[in-house]
């Protein structure tokens, strides 16, 4: 059974970076992309970025890109989802997501954290 545990999450002000963590166990790390979606208060849960097996591939949805970084220590069995420049529109509850196909990673991976909540004050 794989189980994901995200940390990291808090309330922080318009501007500021906030790093949230996703550790993973029961089953071979680096067999998995991991994924980082969200879901704001009232709306769909929404893709965030992926991180490919080994971290060679990275892709971000738009509304993040050149703002937050995944990023995958093997090693530790450990993604990172670094964000900057958080706006209030951040604010949602942040869920890491794995899947062993990249093609589903996106939509519908297979597993799921419990979530972590992002508030961004203004």
């Known amino acids: 059974q794989v189980l994901l545990v995200e940390s990291g999450g808090g309330l922080v002000q318009t501007g500021d970076s906030l790093r949230l963590s996703c550790a993973a166990s029961g089953t071979t790390f680096s067999s998995l992309v991991m994924a980082w979606f969200r879901q704001a208060p009232g709306k769909e849960r929404e893709f965030v970025a992926y991180t490919t097996w080994s971290g060679s591939g990275t892709y971000y949805a738009d509304s993040v890109k050149g703002r937050f970084t995944i990023v995958r220590d093997n090693a530790k069995n450990t993604v990172y989802l670094q964000m900057a420049s958080l706006k209030p529109e951040d604010t949602a509850v942040y869920y890491c997501?794995?899947?062993?196909?990249?093609?589903?990673?996106?939509?519908?991976?297979?597993?799921w954290g419990q979530g972590t909540q992002v508030t961004v004050s203004s």
């Open positions: 997501a794995a899947d062993p196909i990249l093609g589903v990673v996106t939509t519908t991976p297979e597993y």
